[in-house]
């Protein structure tokens, strides 16, 4: 049954063009037959391999209405992006995800159920609660990740499973308040958006989720982005 709500999806995207048609299929397939009203907002940071035309691609496949396009000249932080995309956000609730497929649209509905049982202000996927998972991780990642989140748990304390993940559902007006708050630039960015919304007593639900690692291109988790993120979390523990 169809909502007032709408829900805008923020999809910062950098050298995605071969996952980019994927994503957006399954995000218009799995929003349209919930009988969501949505739209798309692909913020690229000035892709060189071309991630921008196949974005103008699917725009003239699916409608401007749909298909919003707000790029920038440059690679500058995933913060930033999503500052970019809700100034452009037309829907009451914002949606954000990778465009790497590691996150799959199908979970979408449960999410907005979720939210709706209780008008929780946030709601996250989780990889490590309920029927949750990893697929395609080697032990190293795997350890890394979960590494961070139990450090994150023993110090933080900060009542969700899964604090790492960006596959998250947020009413409009509260990520625009904890973007503002937060200081953190990225792999930690995420984590500290929590911490933040536990602070300001924002609710928080989680819905257990499958993580599948990309089919194409490169993660863009590195070793300085595994430095940055433990400094971010001895940061926020030191001032939260």
């Not at 049954?1 to 399954?26: C, F, G, H, Q």
């Not at 599948?212 to 971010?232: C, H, I, N, P, T």
Request: net charge positive; charged share 25%; proline share 3%.
């Amino acid at each position: 049954m169809a909502t007032l709500n709408k829900y805008s999806v923020l999809l910062p995207t950098y050298e995605e063009r071969n996952n980019l048609p994927l994503i957006v299929w399954l995000l218009v397939k799995h929003l349209s037959e919930s009988g969501h009203d949505f739209e798309i907002i692909i913020i690229d940071d000035g892709s060189p391999d071309g991630t921008l035309d196949v974005a103008k691609e699917l725009q003239r496949l699916y409608g401007k209405d749909k298909i919003v396009l707000r790029p920038r000249e440059k690679k500058l932080g995933l913060g930033t992006a999503y500052i970019h995309g809700i100034k452009h956000a037309t829907g009451n609730f914002v949606i954000i995800l990778d465009a790497d497929l590691s996150h799959h649209p199908k979970f979408l509905p449960e999410f907005i159920r979720k939210q709706a049982e209780k008008d929780y202000d946030v709601v996250t996927g989780t990889r490590y609660s309920g029927n949750g998972g990893v697929f395609g991780w080697d032990l190293k990642r795997k350890v890394i990740s979960r590494g961070a989140n139990y450090l994150t748990q023993v110090l933080l304390r900060p009542g969700v499973s899964d604090l790492t993940g960006s596959f998250r559902l947020y009413k409009k007006a509260v990520l625009e308040k904890l973007i503002n708050a937060c200081v953190s630039k990225g792999y930690v960015f995420q984590m500290e958006m929590i911490i933040r919304a536990r602070q300001f007593n924002f609710s928080v639900a989680e819905v257990p989720i499958t993580f599948v690692d990309r089919l194409y291109g490169e993660s863009k988790l590195g070793g300085s982005e595994v430095v940055a993120f433990f400094k971010g979390v001895l940061y926020l523990f030191a001032t939260t």
